[in-house]
């Protein structure tokens, strides 16, 4: 069964930087997109961050680009997003999942940032 487990739970001043952890099982890991999601209380859950099979492709949220990167690692089925220049409105719980097929939802980690 698949199971996608986040980590890098953190609460950090603004300005701060953060790695957020994604360990995937039950997937072919390497054939797929794979992406990172924010949700907070008084928005959707929105994409924040993709990256192709391969790795070699990344795409960002308008919001984000430029302070986070994500990254991938096919042998040890990991998902990694580094957070720079962190901003209060970066708080919320990020999830990782494949974006052209949802599989189920982990628990997400939770990201604080204070002002």
């Known amino acids: 069964q698949v199971q996608l487990v986040e980590s890098g739970v953190g609460l950090v001043q603004a300005g701060g930087s953060l790695r957020l952890s994604c360990s995937a099982s039950?997937?072919?890991?390497?054939?797929?997109?794979m992406a990172w999601y924010c949700q907070s209380p008084w928005k959707q859950r929105e994409l924040v961050a993709s990256?192709?099979?391969?790795?070699?492709?990344?795409n960002y949220a308008r919001s984000v680009k430029d302070r986070f990167t994500i990254a991938r690692d096919n042998v040890k089925n990991t998902l990694t997003l580094q957070m720079n220049s962190l901003r209060p409105e970066d708080t919320a719980v990020y999830y990782c999942?494949?974006?052209?097929?949802?599989?189920?939802w982990g628990q997400g980690t939770q990201v604080t940032v204070s002002s």
């Open positions: 990256i192709t099979p391969t790795g070699m492709g990344t």
């Open positions: 039950g997937i072919a890991f390497s054939i797929h997109y």
């Open positions: 999942n494949t974006p052209y097929q949802y599989r189920p």
